[in-house]
């Protein structure tokens, strides 16, 4: 059997379980194509939504945004218009007033603390600056429903308010609306708003023409539904609507792609900044991206505050596991088959990719549902990444 069989079968075995509504995987190598597969539906639901899913299926990528954001705070870091360990206030000088949540009053009202240092652009990328998610931070959750922020997006937070971290910076790590700062960074510095910036520096170079923050006609024509985990295991439809122009494009999670324009930014990476013959990134910038940039510090698992939204999420608990500049690092060996120094993120709706620098293959996986971190989806993200490496 053939990697793209056992990839098309792993899918089409999953949507038949009642798994996944519809998904599309693809892994790639830096120059070439291993395996491409999709399965189901865009949508549980009748007509618009009952397309089948293809490479083509425009998804909410959410948190695979962070990658995209990392890279072009390091293009200015190359350009010497950024520096990693510079005060990140320099640029936003909101974040010296961030301060530290430390509990609340009497009242139930948020006590916040100057914080003991500075936030730097690394601390940002590598989520030790100490912001959080209140979908993994009961303080958080209750510090957002004291202050009446709780139904503001993530990149209108950074915008138009200050939040406290959960902790100094560089104490631990936490993963949060860091990136989102990343993102209202990159615009004041280039004088660019974050999706000018990615269309004429990234997306447009890469050729990713189905990566957006704002669906076009004919991306809105291709884009897959969201749905929801019942408690009886079935899927069903959720309606998430979304601005078509969104004042404060979400450098941590308000993109839209395709698995098949994903891979083009994957491949990127894995050439060392080039794809194609266009670089986006210096090779030395990239091997800093993709090595542990949080010393000692380790990922740790992510108990839930909503599970409406998140289930407890760790990717491989017991493995130890470290930061790159918007990467997770698999510090050791994985039971996929993935070697240590292997890098991974993904997206809320449950969307995944990997890259392995060593063995030069990386690969994306996305459905489109909710809670984060299901145990089903995540399970055929699992098995094509093991069916990979037992091709190799």
């Given at each position: ?12 075995r999953?949507?038949?379980?009642g798994d996944?509504?519809?998904?599309a ?6 120059d ?6 999709a ?6 639901v ?5 397309e ?7 998804c ?6 962070k990658?995209i954001?990392?890279t072009a705070?390091?293009?200015l ?7 990693l ?5 320099r640029?936003?000088?909101?974040l ?6 430390e509990?609340?009053?009497g ?7 100057p914080a ?10 590598t989520h ?6 209140p979908?993994w931070?009961?303080?958080l959750?209750?510090?957002?429903r ?7 997006t993530?990149?209108?937070l950074v ?6 971290a959960?902790f100094?910076p560089?104490?631990r790590w936490?993963y949060?609306?860091?990136i ?5 960074i ?8 974050l999706?000018?910036?990615f ?15 704002s ?11 969201v ?8 899927l ?6 979304r601005s078509p122009?969104p ?24 050439g ?5 013959g266009?670089?986006?990134l ?14 000692d510090?380790?990922?740790v698992?992510?108990p ?12 491989f ?10 990467f997770q690092?698999?510090e ?6 993935r ?6 993120w993904?997206?809320?709706a449950?969307?995944f990719?990997?890259i392995?620098m060593d ?10 549902q ?6 089903r989806?995540?399970?055929?993200y ?8 037992r091709?190799r």
């Open positions: 059997m053939t990697l793209q069989t056992e990839v098309q079968d792993i899918l089409d999953g949507v038949s379980a996944v509504i519809g998904a995987a693809q892994v790639v190598t830096g070439g194509l291993l395996a491409a597969a399965a189901g539906s865009r949508s549980v009748a007509a618009p939504g009952a089948p899913m293809t490479l083509d299926t425009v909410w990528i959410a948190s695979m945004t990658a954001t990392g705070a390091m293009q870091v190359e350009r010497g218009e950024l520096h360990d510079e005060p990140a206030s640029v936003l000088p909101k010296a007033e961030a301060g530290v949540l509990g609340f009053d009242d139930g009202q948020p006590v916040v603390r003991r240092g500075q936030i730097s652009l690394r601390h940002l990328l030790t600056a100490g912001f959080g998610y979908y931070s009961e303080p959750l209750r510090y957002h004291a202050t009446g922020t709780d139904s503001m993530s990149g209108e915008s138009t308010t200050t939040v406290p959960l100094d560089g104490e936490m949060g609306i860091s989102d700062y990343v993102g209202r990159v615009e004041e510095v280039s004088g660019q708003r999706d000018d910036y269309d004429e520096h990234i997306l447009g170079p890469l050729g990713m023409g189905s990566t957006a923050f669906l076009s006609d004919e991306m809105r024509s291709r884009l897959a539904v749905h929801v985990r019942l408690p009886d295991g079935s069903t439809a959720r309606d998430l609507p122009e004042r404060f494009p979400s450098g941590g999670g308000g993109l839209y792609s395709t698995a098949r324009d994903y891979c083009r930014f994957l491949q990127m990476i894995l060392r900044g080039s794809r194609n266009v670089r986006v210096r090779p030395d910038t990239v091997d800093r991206m993709t090595a542990n940039n949080i010393g510090l380790r990922v698992a992510l839930t505050a909503m599970p409406e939204l998140t289930n407890d999420a760790e990717f608990p017991g493995a130890e596991k470290s930061w790159g500049l918007t690092i698999n050791e060996p994985l039971p996929t088959g070697p240590a120094g292997g890098l991974m993904a997206g809320i449950n969307t990719f990997w392995d063995s030069q293959v990386a690969g994306t996986y996305m459905s489109q909710l809670p984060f971190a299901d145990a989806t995540l399970q055929l699992l098995d094509i990444e093991t069916a990979t490496y091709h």
